[in-house]
T-cell receptor
């Protein structure tokens, strides 16, 4: 069974700082990896998708990377803003199974 | 393009009652997932469908939970009888065919069992 760990569980930073969120899988045979954002009381919004043939994806101030050899992914947020405050979740699945297992999440607070 | 639709948004029931949730995935998406998210935790996969077949239901408490996907499109998740620990948000997601496609989520149904 795939176990997904996210570190840190919670993070508080002043506005404008760059930050890194971490995600690791017990089974490194990741088919693809997706980062999501969840606002309180809301569903999940997809941020970035990294396919197994890729190593990273960028969207605006967000950059996600995937190291398949170690089963680790990072989400880099540049120049953080108060609107970035949310819980960030990573999810991935094994080759061929098309499944999607979630991490425990990192709750981010950006202080104005 | 319409997103994943779920209903109801909120539900409050007494323990031992039954409840059903409905999900309409994005048109053409072959894979459908149901997740349970307890407050402060990441979503836990309950069941995964590929078209109308079950791919993974290893974490579905089958003594009280059941799910079906009608004609490979809409899906319902039922709990009977409900327990206090079933209080959670139930999320539905869908994904298209092919390698490395993106998964999209509905807004979820918040269930409170009292």
């Amino acid at each position: 069974k795939q176990e997904v760990t996210q570190i840190p569980a919670a993070l508080s930073v002043p506005e404008g700082e760059n930050l890194v969120l971490n995600c690791s899988f017990t089974d490194s045979a990741i088919y693809n990896l997706q980062w999501f954002r969840q606002d309180p009381g809301k569903g999940l919004t997809s941020l970035l998708l990294i396919q197994s043939s890729q190593r990273e994806q960028t969207s605006g101030r967000l950059n996600a990377s995937l190291d398949k050899s170690s089963g680790r992914s990072t989400l880099y947020i540049a120049a953080s803003q108060p609107g970035d405050s949310a819980t960030y979740l990573c999810a991935g699945g094994k080759t061929g199974a098309n499944n999607l297992f979630f991490g425990t999440g990192t709750r981010l607070t950006v202080i104005p | 393009e319409a997103g994943v639709a779920q209903s109801p948004r909120y539900k409050i029931i007494e323990k031992r009652q039954s409840v059903a949730f409905w999900c309409n995935p994005i048109s053409g998406h072959a894979t459908l997932y149901w997740y349970q998210q307890i407050l402060g935790q990441g979503p836990k996969l309950l069941i995964q469908f590929q078209n109308n077949g079950v791919v993974d239901d290893s974490q579905l408490p089958k003594d009280r939970f059941s799910a079906e996907r009608l004609k490979g499109v809409d899906s319902t998740l039922k709990i009977q009888p409900a327990k206090l620990e079933d209080s959670a948000v139930y999320l539905c997601a869908s994904r298209g065919q092919g390698a490395g496609t993106e998964a999209f989520f509905g807004q979820g149904t918040r269930l409170t069992v009292v």
